[in-house]
């Protein structure tokens, strides 16, 4: 399976290559389209987009806590009364 995974992705960048921007791979057969509009093999653009801005959205949220994590703990270590 993953040799022929592999296999097709060289055919498809080879394609790429030689300036076949709409060539495509049939998830169905597992074969080079040469036109993927005319086979009407279409991914929605705004899927991926989607997926994108929410894989962001989710980044940034993370980034957003760690950093309320990080400031809450620094906050903790000035407000402790210094021992004597």
């Known amino acids: 399976m993953l040799n022929s995974t592999l296999s097709v992705i060289a055919k498809l960048r080879s ?4 300036g076949n921007r ?10 080079i389209v040469q036109d993927v509009l005319a086979a ?9 987009h989607n997926v ?3 894989a962001t959205e ?3 949220s993370i980034l957003s806590i ?3 994590i990080i ?3 620094i906050i903790d270590k000035m407000l402790r009364p210094v021992a004597q």
Request: overall charge negative; some cysteine; hydrophobic content about 40%.
């Open 15 to 18: 394609e790429h290559r030689k």
């Open 22 to 31: 709409l060539a495509g791979v049939n998830g169905v057969t597992g074969e």
């Open 40 to 48: 009407e093999i279409i991914e929605p653009f705004m899927v991926k």
């Open 52 to 54: 994108l801005q929410l």
């Open 58 to 60: 989710v980044a940034c």
């Open 66 to 68: 760690d950093q309320l």
């Open 71 to 73: 400031e809450r703990s």
